[in-house]
């Protein structure tokens, strides 16, 4: 026999503590809805009261390129110092074959590039030696379309892979810079030959990746008992440092006067000086700085390191 239930009203007892926080709940509920009236003061009063009670923010350190083709190191007193040798590498297929994709494709930029010279009278030294007179152009058309290959391929490179380079955006903003550069010479004949003049510095550019590629060890340039690891990485070394400085310190700003003056020429053939060939001297002028910061930039760190070590026969060292 099966009991018989009965529905019967069943008596809850609500104890002090549930009570309580119920009321707490509800207060919490009307204070939400409360708080949008009391934060008035818009987005900037709610991000001060947010920043007030928050942690201070991280200060981020900022880097320089130096850092990634020299061994840095940080000074009791924040100052940064250029040490011997090199960075050292471990095998990374991303960031590997990006530099042998430089390697090989520059060669052919580098090397159609120099057929473009009137080497005779280069070497000759004559007086009235001038870019424009020096420059032949007879292979321009194919030496601009490798170049801009190049640059087009190693910008998506870049940007797909941001990986395969240690600093991508300065890479990016370098490869966008040099592709508007190298626009006017296309529309515009007569600046061809400076186009040819700014694009040596890629011997450098080969030089720096080669400097890293063949010393992943991080040998000291100067170590003696390497045998051929030590004559190769002395080359390399003693062949980069005279393209830096012949190429990067004296031969980009010697480019920016006959630059400007010939921007003033052809504003006075076209009527105008607010034309596209304006864009050359800031863009020209952008880059020089470029070059002598990370020149300074490399000087400053290398006098810090030979001061802390307080010998400076060691200023051949390492570099």
Known sequence: MTPNYQDKPI???????????????LSAAAAEKEAPRKMRGGPFQRLRRRRRHSAPPRTRR????????????????????????????????????HDFFNLIVLI?????????????MVLSMPKNLSVESAWTGDFFDLFY????LYF???????????????????????HVAAMIYILIPHFHPEFR?????????????????????????????WIVDLSFVSIRVKLI???????????????????????????LKHSAKVGTKFNIVMLCVPLHACFCILNLKWTYDLLMS???????????KEASKGL
């Open 11 to 25: 008596a809850i007892e609500t104890s002090s503590d549930d009570a309580n926080s119920s009321s707490r709940s």
């Open 237 to 263: 070394s003693i062949f980069f440092y005279l393209t830096w400085i012949s190429i990067r310190c004296l031969l980009y700003p010697y480019l920016l006067w006959p630059l400007c003056n010939a921007w």
């Open 193 to 221: 030959c400076y186009m040819g003049a700014c694009m040596i510095v890629e011997i450098n550019t080969w030089l720096l990746i080669a400097r890293r590629v063949f010393n992943k060890q991080g040998f000291p340039p």
């Open 302 to 312: 290398k006098i810090r390191y030979w001061q802390r070590r307080g010998n400076w």
């Open 62 to 97: 900022k880097r320089l390129l130096v850092e990634d083709h020299y061994r840095v190191e940080m000074t009791d007193t924040k100052h940064r110092v250029v040490l011997p040798g090199l960075p050292k590498h471990d095998d990374d297929w991303v960031r590997d074959s």
């Open 152 to 174: 087009i391929i190693d910008l998506m490179w870049v940007i797909v892979v941001p990986s395969c380079v240690k600093s991508p955006w300065t890479i990016i903003q370098h």
């Open 108 to 120: 052919p930029v580098v090397a159609l590039n120099v057929i473009n010279w009137n080497w005779e």
């Open 145 to 148: 379309g490798v170049t801009i």
